[in-house]
């Protein structure tokens, strides 16, 4: 299923800010982890509707992804 673009752009700034609040990062650098992180191709694409998942949801993804990168 694909979302509205639109409301996707408001799905990434809304997770984007929660994950730098929770991560400690400025909003630059953690706009820079998402749209390099798998996250955001999943999200992109509309796989397993993962843009109907909740921010929080999304975010505790992110971080997991965050702590495997490093």
């Known amino acids: 299923m694909n979302a509205n673009p639109i409301l996707l752009q408001m799905k ?3 997770v984007v800010n929660l ?3 929770k991560s400690g990062m400025s909003l630059d650098e953690a706009l820079a982890f998402f749209y390099h992180s ?3 191709q999943l ?3 509309g796989i397993s509707d993962m843009h109907c998942m909740s921010d929080l949801y999304l ?7 965050y702590k495997r990168s490093k």
Do not use: H, I, S, T
Request: hydrophobic share 35%; glycine share 0%.
């Open 12 to 14: 990434y700034a809304r």
């Open 19 to 21: 994950f730098a609040k």
């Open 38 to 40: 798998n996250l955001y």
């Open 43 to 45: 999200v992109r694409e």
């Open 59 to 65: 975010v505790e993804d992110l971080q997991e992804e």
